[in-house]
T-cell receptor, first 111, second 113 residues
Framework: QQQVKQSPQSLIVQKGGISIINCAYE??????FPWYQQFPGKGPALLIA?????SEKKEGRFTISFNKSAKQFSLHIMDSQPGDSATYFC??????????FGAGTRLTVKP | NAGVTQTPKFRILKIGQSMTLQCTQD?????MYWYRQDPGMGLKLIYY???????DKGEVPNGYNVSRSTTEDFPLRLELAAPSQTSVYFC????????????FGPGTRLTVL
């Protein structure tokens, strides 16, 4: 079963708009929640990550919001740019060395 | 630093053939991982290693084998290839447990016909 559920599968946003991708997890032992960005033909690369002791983390135009009680976290991309067009994966891991990934969201930012 | 390198980039196998996917990292990372990526399914962990001589199964290990004789290398072996193993395979490494950034290689696209 999918331990990390990600939505939407695809997202189209106009340049300058806000992109929002949501993830939900089941395992309360998860204590590290990264987001990875993947461009076509490339491997994923870490974008931003959060631990459950904070509710929000911001790095430039990218923000993770984390709701521990709801077991949900989301990625917000402010002022989205065509260069942000990529596939985004949320993930979660615990102390057992096992990282679980969401199914991915294909983001298209239209100029 | 080259980071994580994988060979080959592409490969077509016939059903029943075997092959080894190579992965090398030059960052002196202790942890290494093999994932497969299928369309719409995200990445699934096949095997991982926490150091030379130590390997463990991930979420989808059936049909695969690994070894870790050095810190740098973590090959993935496919025995008796099946169409269900058609996928893109990514190797990754990190300094310690998975909450350290994982660095991914460029991937190997494998087709089993």
């Amino acid at each position: 079963q999918q331990q990390v559920k990600q939505s939407p599968q695809s997202l189209i946003v106009q340049k300058g708009g806000i992109s929002i991708i949501n993830c939900a997890y089941e395992n309360t032992a998860f204590d590290y929640f990264p987001w990875y960005q993947q461009f076509p033909g490339k491997g994923p690369a870490l974008l931003i990550a959060i631990r459950p002791d904070v509710s929000e983390k911001k790095e430039g135009r990218f923000t993770i919001s984390f709701n521990k009680s709801a077991k949900q976290f989301s990625l917000h991309i402010m002022d989205s740019q065509p260069g942000d067009s990529a596939t985004y994966f949320c993930a979660a891991s615990s102390n057992n060395n096992d990282m679980r990934f969401g199914a991915g969201t294909r983001l298209t930012v239209k100029p | 630093n080259a980071g994580v390198t994988q060979t080959p980039k592409f490969r077509i196998l016939k059903i029943g053939q075997s092959m080894t996917l190579q992965c090398t990292q030059d960052m002196n990372h202790n942890y290494m991982y093999w994932y497969r990526q299928d369309p719409g399914m995200g990445l699934k962990l096949i095997y991982y290693s926490v150091g030379a001589g130590i390997t463990d199964k991930g979420e989808v290990p059936n049909g695969y084998n690994v070894s870790r004789s050095t810190t740098e290398d973590f090959p993935l072996r496919l025995e008796l290839a099946a169409p269900s193993q058609t996928s893109v395979y990514f190797c990754a490494s990190s300094y310690s447990r998975p909450d350290n950034e994982q660095f991914f290689g460029p991937g190997t696209r494998l087709t089993v016909l």
